[in-house]
């Protein structure tokens, strides 16, 4: 299965007045975290007219609940340090597996079923707190040869 689902895909961003969000560059962006093997992205609805970005991550290795919220908060600053603040993930939801020979709608349905379930995980206030300053993006988890992850190549 490839890691990037390869169509382009746009999404608006909460409270950004309507930034546009290409799920096919958070997903790239994602799939080079060392811990993540694939990754697909999708608008959660929050109030009328908003949304912010979900993303489903499938990891390399499983993890205990509470790894998995120090890794989604990971993940979380992994993007910002590879995409624009507004296309970093709001939640976080991690799964065995993404369902295999589905469109990118299929996909996005399944990604936004997660919304609000005990999987999905709120990392809204860490991108908060990086917009206000008070704490920094990080290039983490990249491997230390500085390879690409080598299911994008």
């Known amino acids: 299965m490839l890691s990037v689902i390869e169509t ?3 999404l608006r961003s909460a409270g950004l007045g309507g930034a546009q969000v290409s799920s096919l560059d958070v997903e790239r962006a994602l799939c080079r975290h060392r811990n993540v ?33 120090a890794l989604a908060e ?15 993930p709001g939640f976080v939801a991690f ?4 369902p295999a020979q589905v469109d990118r709608r299929r996909l996005g349905t399944y990604v936004q079923a997660l ?7 709120d990392i ?6 990086w ?11 990249v491997p230390p040869d500085g390879s690409p992850n080598e299911s994008l190549t």
Not at 41 to 57: F, I, T
Not at 131 to 141: M, R, S, Y
């Open 8 to 10: 382009q895909q746009t």
């Open 37 to 69: 093997r694939a990754a697909a992205v999708a608008p959660a609805p929050l109030a009328a007219q908003e949304a912010e970005v979900l993303v489903c991550v499938v990891l390399r290795e499983r993890h205990s609940v509470q790894e998995q919220q």
């Open 74 to 88: 990971e993940i979380t600053r992994f993007a910002m340090y590879h995409v624009a603040y507004y296309e970093a």
């Open 95 to 98: 799964v065995d597996d993404l």
């Open 115 to 121: 919304s609000g379930t005990p999987a999905c995980m």
């Open 124 to 129: 809204r206030p860490i991108k908060r707190r």
């Open 131 to 141: 917009i206000d300053g008070a704490c920094t993006p990080a290039p983490l988890a």
